[in-house]
C-alpha cells in the first residue's frame, strides 16, 4: 500500500517568516526608545522577540521541509 501524500503549500510557512521579521524588526527599532523607558515595555520588547522567533523557527523548519520533499 503506498501512501500518496499531497505537499502542502508553503504560503503559510512563508507569511510566518515574513512576520517573524517584522515582528523582530518592531521589536528591535520601535520598542527599543520605549523599552528604556519601563520594565513592563522591555518585557514586551523580550516577548516580542520570543513570538517573532517561534515564527521564524517555525517558518525555516516547514520551508526546509517542503523543499526538502520535492526535491
Do not use: C
Not at 517568516?17 to 523607558?37: E, K, R
Amino acid at each position: 500500500m503506498s501512501e500518496a501524500r499531497r505537499a502542502a503549500s508553503p504560503v503559510i510557512p512563508a507569511i510566518g517568516l515574513i512576520l517573524g521579521i517584522a515582528g523582530g524588526l518592531v521589536a528591535n527599532y520601535t520598542l527599543d526608545s520605549l523599552a528604556d523607558t519601563s520594565d513592563t515595555w522591555h518585557q514586551i520588547q523580550h516577548g516580542t522577540f520570543f513570538v517573532a522567533g517561534i515564527f521564524v523557527g517555525y517558518a525555516l523548519t516547514a520551508l526546509y521541509r517542503y523543499f526538502r520533499k520535492s526535491a
